[in-house]
């Protein structure tokens, strides 16, 4: 049973001649555990894919199934509740709050969802601890590596343990060892805590870490490859694909 | 032919019999899955580096089992092993299958060179994975040299892989020009010219 699904997922953008088919028809899940990349060209619809299964934009039509719940029948008070407490965003450029110290910016999902502060510092400092920037709490954003801001932003989509996190673009600030050290942080997230990992890149050697790649073209899905499989289904894959030649 | 050279340095660090050879070459390039040499193989390079004279056996072992002879390295040996050391080493893009089946892909009719890009690709990106992983599992603290060597696979597949991505983007481009041709050269004996 998959943790999240998209079904003829579509978003179109502007009206008439100048519509723009950002996303046709895509249909895609992801399971818990799981860590699947997607890839394409700029301009492919990546993003676009991403916002919609976090429910920060709507799609023209097509639906998002989240645990069992469509997002595109909330109402945007429950939206938004579903973005707090089952999804987790990172982000290329980390967007931590820049008066916040790292303990802070890790919280703050439980302390926007009403939790009391010391209750959501305690949580967010154990995520710190278990992401490895456990020594940087009380540091503000500015006085971090690009890495170690990462990890705090991946505290911060844990915090709240949400059942799918959802990473766009997640190494692009970094050099190519922080890159890997985040990549493989997000392997542990699914490995390890179990959670359904989708994560936008277009870096090849980043993506190589996930158990499934996505490619994307023109807002549709054009082909997909299992990584983690045995040498037999390697030979398995290869032989249906040859065969539909 | 590394093969041979890396059985001459094996054999420069200490004699060894074939066995020993096989498992210390396997150690070295960080196991069979990387590079796997069979045991025939080691065995006919070790005949004819010996008919070569560049090794020598110089003792039999025999405990229980078969009779293992133990190779050492000739002074002649040690000359080659030197000579290889010191000369550079041809890197291997010369010749590319791949590249083949992609040109003939684009010019013959029926075939779907964009397909054929897909299938290498996720070949290549699984390949990529299995080797990421190892890679992350060796231990720095006494894998150095075969995380060095790991790190070197992945970084020519990700060139492979953005070359993938660059010809895919271009596919159409390319396919509008024609495969290229060889040059029409007259057969035979140039013909006389008579004034």
């Given amino acids: ?245 | 032919m590394s093969v041979r050279h890396a059985l001459l340095g094996l054999l420069a660090q200490r004699s060894r019999h074939g066995y020993e050879l096989r498992a210390a070459f396997e150690a070295l390039v960080g196991g069979e899955q990387n590079w796997d040499v069979k045991p025939a193989q080691i065995y006919t390079t070790l005949d004819r580096l010996e008919e070569a004279q560049l090794v020598e056996p110089q003792a039999v072992e025999q405990s229980g089992g078969p009779e293992k002879r133990i190779y050492g390295i000739t002074t002649a040996g040690q000359a080659e092993l030197d000579y290889w050391l010191a000369s550079p080493t041809q890197p291997e893009h010369q010749r590319d299958e791949f590249f083949l089946k992609l040109m003939l892909a684009l010019v013959i009719e029926g075939a779907q060179p964009r397909k054929v890009i897909q299938i290498q690709r996720g070949a290549l990106y699984q390949v990529l994975h299995a080797i990421t992983l190892q890679r992350n599992r060796a231990d720095p603290k006494t894998a150095l040299a075969q995380i060095l060597y790991l790190d070197k696979v992945v970084m020519h597949l990700e060139a492979d892989l953005r070359w993938l991505d660059m010809i895919e983007a271009r596919l159409d481009d390319v396919r509008r020009q024609p495969l290229p041709e060889p040059e029409a050269r007259p057969r035979g004996r140039p013909r006389k010219v008579t004034e």
């Fill in chain 1, 1 to 245: 049973m998959a943790l999240i699904q998209t079904v003829d997922l579509t978003k179109v953008y502007g009206k008439g001649e100048t519509a723009v088919m950002a996303l046709d028809h895509v249909n895609l899940s992801v399971e818990a555990g799981e860590f699947v990349a997607v890839m394409g060209p700029s301009g492919c619809g990546k993003s676009t894919l991403l916002h919609l299964m976090g429910g920060l934009d709507r799609p023209t039509s097509g639906r998002v199934v989240l645990d069992g719940a469509d997002l595109t029948k909330l109402d945007d008070t429950r939206l938004t509740e579903v973005r707090r407490r089952k999804i987790g965003f990172v982000f290329q450029f980390y967007n931590l709050i820049p008066v916040l110290n790292a303990v802070e910016n890790a919280a703050l999902p439980l302390t926007l969802d009403g939790r009391t502060p010391g209750d959501a510092r305690v949580k967010a400092a154990q995520w710190l601890k278990l992401v490895g920037v456990d020594n940087r709490q009380a540091n503000l954003p500015d006085q971090l590596s690009g890495g170690q801001q990462q990890r705090v932003a991946i505290a911060r989509a844990l915090v709240a343990e949400p059942t799918l996190i959802l990473a766009d673009e997640p190494t692009g600030n970094l050099d190519s060892r922080a890159g890997d050290e985040i990549a493989r942080l997000l392997r542990q997230v699914a490995d390890e805590w179990g959670r359904a990992v989708l994560m936008v890149t277009h870096d090849p050697r980043i993506a190589a870490y996930a158990d499934r790649i996505v490619f994307l073209k023109d807002g549709r899905v054009v082909d997909e490859t299992r990584l983690n499989a045995g040498t037999s289904q390697f030979a398995a894959d290869i032989k249906e694909k040859v065969e539909a030649l």
